[in-house]
């Protein structure tokens, strides 16, 4: 291991309910595909309810790229098709029938694969949507060439879940995986690697990958971070990112010729009771594993972090892109006087609470806003969290009105909106930054479209 | 408590759209949320917010100038018995001093605040807190014998031309405490410069005039000691004139992370090095002054560590930041030292980089736009 690139911006939020290191069974009944988690994607149906499936069969197909389909991650019935306002397609859930039935793609010749013969077997067992490029976070385009793809073997998130342990004793899987994408892109595959706390052998004896090292506050774990420091993304340039979990699903492809979409989920959080990890399917409701397992009160089920997760129902599905589901309370409360108490209890990163005395503190937050929305007036925040060559308010403003040219100028192409997800959390204004950040960028695919 | 808040939850109907007080809303609002923070919760983004507000931010800003105006109180007493000759005890002379603010604080509040809440009834807002500050720093950067009248169009000018019509709190060019100071100093100068106004009634025979006077006329042998400049037994405006209850306030800024430390020591610094300057030239007598006096003496200090640094009129980039104080204090140093009509210069030096902010900032962005095509071209070519 060469250089460490260390990030010094950026800050570790401490939160209660880290997972214990056990994986026990989750035995979830149904799974669930959906369409909001694809970045611009218009479903079009190919079941109905009551079809019959396998693992690996399509369910939709994106309207405007129609070789990208998505495929179910369990055999059994398709048991809903859940629509929302002006028919936009929510989920599709599918009731395992506990076969594991799968569609039989053929394994993979490694050696005699090419570019195209992989893409297509990718394109329809379902396992393309799992590459996204940047800018944008869009599932990637088969005809683009990525100058490099970019796999991330840590997320420094509150709460995150061990990757090390999610891949342990894989190691013949992963390379299998990282050998397909190494065939996709005629530049470099990346992994990278936390230089701390990644120990685990399948990644740090991972072969025909650069392994860069990373040091420092979250999000020094993120895609567009590592991309600044190891391959910038320049107007035009267009860079892939899978997950590590991804990386194993399409190493089983290579090996066992199917679409097994086997997953380990963490379940985190202050109202976790026994907070653990979960084996599983992609999109497995999480039902299993909250019943009797939170606090009784009012909480919030988080699909990912606390920082760029979305809210899902006590009986929602885990998120196509993600491995873990956070439950924190809900902050929906009135507090007395609540910004003049000397706040021993209170997170901030600024110092005007007297938390700031017990830096080591882990917290028990809820979703109160804590105040309400403002002009920006204090400068100078952001920056501090915010571990780029680029100027976050800035760019904020030139988003808000809608400055194509200064959006450009001003780096869009090299950030996305989970990059903000600490300004945000930061932001004395309590303005919803993330939101805007993610609004421009879709502007930007618009424009540039 | 609860009793508190089930009153207000039955109230609250009122004030809302097609209520009877509908056009009391953002009244209401900022009675509201003062007494409890609200109960929102996150709905997109992040799922948790830090727990600081601009509540929080404006009441450490506040605490931060508590000493420099407890000393001013202090002071004015501590100066008007001085003046007559007495010397009555601590209490004494604090009151006295405590008297002759109140009534400026209150009508600085008053006219202040009830423009501001007009405005954000007209545009639907909540009440910014930015004037819980601006409110308390108008009444310490104004002589004690300014007339009420004086103080309170001087604070409806700064909060309607300075802030409200670019669009309020976070948008405003210039410094809106600074502003108030300015109509008065051009608008009324007889009531806020000479030898006169310094002190609460002072009696006839007894120089009022302040460090600044006394260097402007090229009484150097009257100066105060550096110690009496520091420590703030001089006649000046009503909270700016101990270095030391300053710095303290820094100190509470510097530590709650609130204050901007690069503006802060770039001010001092600028000050400083033009003063060094000076000496090194020394074609008269002002220039030959020790150029740590600059910092002690008048509003320096309060200007770089309360007024320089207000973040929405300051420079924005951490660059520009530097540039930004460091001009502030040679401007201020400059002014005092060359101009025959201003025995100050921090006012009219923070007004002055205040305008050239956005334009210091706008170079560092280019600067960073640059780098980012010299990239893209590195890699095209």
């Given at each position: 291991m060469s250089t460490v690139h260390k990030i010094k911006k950026g800050l570790d939020i401490k939160l209660l309910g880290e997972a214990e290191k056990t994986i026990v069974d989750l035995n979830a009944k149904r799974f669930s595909i959906k369409?909001?988690?694809?970045?611009?994607c218009f479903p079009k149906m190919l079941v109905i309810e009551g079809d019959t499936v396998k693992?690996?069969?399509?369910?939709f197909f994106d309207k405007?790229?129609?070789?990208i389909q998505f495929t179910s991650?369990?055999?059994?019935?398709?048991v809903g098709i859940i629509r929302g306002a002006k028919?936009?397609?929510?989920r599709v859930i599918i009731e395992s029938d506990?076969?594991?039935?799968a569609v039989d793609f053929g394994k993979i010749d490694l050696k005699a694969a090419t570019k195209e013969s992989l893409t297509d077997l990718l394109l329809k067992s379902g396992i393309w949507p799992m590459i996204r490029q940047r800018?944008?976070?869009?599932?990637?385009?088969?005809k683009d060439d990525p100058k490099a793809i970019f796999v991330s073997a840590f997320d420094t998130a509150?709460?995150?879940?061990d990757f090390d342990l999610i891949v342990h004793g894989q190691g013949k899987v992963f390379q299998a995986g990282i050998d397909v994408l190494v065939k996709l892109t005629s530049g470099k595959v990346h992994l990278n690697i936390d230089?701390?706390?990644?120990?685990?052998k399948v990644f740090l004896n991972s072969k025909n990958v650069q392994v860069n090292s990373f040091s420092g506050p979250?999000?020094?774990?993120?895609v567009s971070v590592h991309a600044s420091r190891v391959d910038p993304i320049n107007k035009g340039e267009i860079i892939w990112y899978v997950g590590p979990q991804e990386v194993l699903t399409i190493g089983r492809l290579a090996l066992e010729g199917k679409y097994n979409t086997e997953r380990i989920v963490a379940l985190a959080g202050s109202e976790v009771l026994k907070p653990r990890y979960y084996k599983t399917?992609?999109?497995?409701?999480i039902t299993n594993m909250i019943s009797g397992n939170v606090?009784?009160?009012?909480n919030r089920f988080i699909s990912?972090?606390?920082?760029t997760g979305v809210k899902i129902e006590k009986d929602g599905f885990v998120r196509f892109y993600d491995s873990l589901i956070t439950v924190i309370p809900e902050g929906n409360k009135h507090e007395f006087f609540g910004w003049i108490m000397p706040g021993f209890n209170k997170f901030s990163?600024?110092?005007?609470?007297?938390?700031?005395?017990?830096?080591n503190k882990k917290y028990r937050l809820?979703?109160?806003?804590h105040g309400g929305h403002r002009a920006y007036?204090?400068?100078?925040?952001m920056e501090e969290v915010f571990p780029f060559d680029i100027y976050p308010l800035q760019l904020i403003k030139a988003i808000l009105v809608e400055d194509i040219d200064l959006m450009e100028n001003l780096g869009?192409?090299?950030?996305?909106?989970e990059d903000f997800a600490l300004c945000e959390v930061i932001d004395t204004s309590k303005t919803e930054i993330q939101d805007t950040v993610r609004k421009g960028l879709d502007l930007m695919r618009q424009e540039m479209s | 408590m609860k009793a508190l808040r089930n009153f207000l939850d039955k109230q609250k109907p009122h004030f809302e759209?097609?209520?009877?007080f509908e056009k009391l809303n953002s009244m209401f609002d900022s009675v509201e949320t003062l007494m409890y923070v609200p109960d929102t919760v996150t709905k997109?983004?992040?799922h948790i917010r830090d727990a600081i507000d601009m509540k929080r931010t404006m009441i450490v800003v506040f605490i931060a100038l508590l000493p420099a105006l407890f000393f001013g109180m202090w002071n004015i007493g501590y100066q008007h018995f001085l003046s007559i000759g007495e010397s009555p005890d601590f209490w004494t002379m604090f009151f006295y001093g405590f008297l002759k603010m109140l009534p400026i604080i209150i009508i600085s509040y008053g006219v202040g605040l009830g423009i501001e809440i007009l405005f954000a009834q007209i545009r639907n807002?909540?009440?910014?807190?930015?004037?819980?500050?601006t409110g308390l720093l108008i009444p310490m950067i104004v002589?004690?014998?300014?007339p009420l009248w004086q103080v309170a169009l001087a604070v409806a000018f700064a909060v309607i031309f300075g802030k409200e019509v670019f669009g309020g709190s976070g948008m405003n060019i210039l410094n809106p405490a600074l502003l108030a100071r300015a109509f008065l100093f051009f608008a009324y100068p007889s009531d806020i410069s000479g030898?006169?106004?310094?002190?609460?009634?002072?009696?006839?025979?007894?120089?009022?005039?302040?460090p600044m006077g006394d260097a402007l006329v090229g009484n150097f042998d009257n100066l105060p000691s550096v110690f009496d400049m520091f420590m703030g037994f001089i006649p000046g405006s009503n909270g700016e004139t101990s270095t030391l209850m300053i710095l303290i306030g820094a100190i509470i800024l510097l530590a709650t992370g609130i204050g901007n430390w690069r503006v802060m020591l770039t001010v001092f610094a600028g000050g400083y090095v033009m003063g060094l300057l000076f000496n090194l030239w020394g074609l008269n007598e002002y220039m030959d002054?020790?150029?740590?006096y600059h910092l002690v003496m008048g509003g320096f200090a309060f200007g770089a560590v309360f007024m320089a640094t207000d973040p929405v009129t300051a420079a924005q980039t951490k660059k520009g930041m530097y540039i930004y104080g460091f001009l502030i204090g040679m401007i201020a140093v400059l002014i005092r030292v060359f101009?025959?009509?201003?025995?100050?210069?921090v006012m009219l030096a923070i007004l002055l980089m205040n305008v050239f902010a956005p334009l210091i900032d706008h170079y560092v962005i280019e600067a960073n736009i640059k780098r980012r095509l010299k990239r893209l071209k590195a890699v095209t070519s």
């Open positions: 369409p909001p988690d694809f970045i611009g693992a690996g069969s399509p369910l405007y790229r129609d070789n991650p369990v055999s059994g019935k398709v028919r936009k397609l929510l506990e076969k594991q039935e800018p944008y976070s869009t599932v990637a385009d088969p509150p709460l995150a879940p230089n701390k706390n990644t120990t685990s979250h999000p020094a774990g993120n399917f992609l999109g497995a409701r606090n009784e009160n009012n990912g972090n606390v920082l990163f600024s110092g005007v609470f007297l938390s700031r005395l017990m830096p809820d979703t109160n806003v007036v204090i400068t100078g925040q869009i192409y090299e950030i996305d909106d | 759209k097609g209520g009877k997109k983004g992040a807002h909540e009440v910014a807190e930015g004037f819980f500050v002589p004690p014998e300014t030898d006169k106004v310094w002190i609460a009634d002072k009696a006839d025979a007894f120089s009022g005039a302040t002054l020790p150029a740590h101009n025959p009509a201003y025995p100050e210069g």
